[in-house]
């Protein structure tokens, strides 16, 4: 069992590794994450509207509610399904260095899975990984697609991100833990 965690710890530094340095390029050099955000016509006033209408940080929804009246906005629409910080965001370190570790977390526990795999070859468990991702994807992201209306264009782009990111480290994974 000892050699089994080790073998993890090491498929999980170099899986999350790989997945961190895969999500800098793909949200700081690459366009796609930028061409899906829409951006308000004037930011300040929805800034303004948001602060005086959110008590605190957390996410909102409107129409609010379970209510007929509720049920009557959300067929008449709009629709909104926001996340609130009220305090800003003075520098991305903190936020960097803690994706960083979720990442490796979540590499972890691939590389627990890829090692119960079994006996398959090495693009048998680079095809594991990328199912375990795309299983992942449609539980997680078509969801907020279906309920939310996230646009389309946008949950393209967090599934190409998933699975680009997910293929890079699986090729990396699946040549440590056999």
Not at 60 to 80: H, N
Not at 136 to 165: E, K, R
Request: include cysteine.
């Amino acid at each position: 069992m000892g050699g089994m965690i080790r073998t993890a710890v090491k498929g999980a530094l170099a899986g999350g590794l790989v997945l961190f340095v895969w999500g800098v390029i793909y949200w700081m050099a690459l366009p796609w994450h930028q061409a899906v955000f829409g951006q308000f016509q004037d930011e300040d006033a929805v800034a303004s509207v948001l602060t005086q209408n959110a008590p605190q940080s957390g996410i909102y929804v409107y129409p609010g509610g379970r209510d007929e009246e509720a049920i009557e906005k959300m067929a008449r629409g709009p629709i909104a399904f926001v996340v609130f910080r009220d305090a800003g965001m003075a520098s991305m370190v903190r936020p960097l260095l803690t994706q960083l570790g979720i990442q490796v977390l979540a590499a972890f526990l691939i590389s627990l899975l890829l090692a119960r795999v079994g006996d398959t070859s090495y693009w048998g468990r680079v095809g594991f990984v990328v199912l375990l991702l795309l299983t992942a994807g449609v539980l997680c992201h078509l969801p907020n697609w279906n309920w939310w209306h996230f646009s389309t264009g946008y949950i393209l782009t967090v599934f190409v991100d998933l699975l680009a990111g997910g293929f890079l480290a699986a090729l990396v994974m699946a040549r440590i833990i056999r």
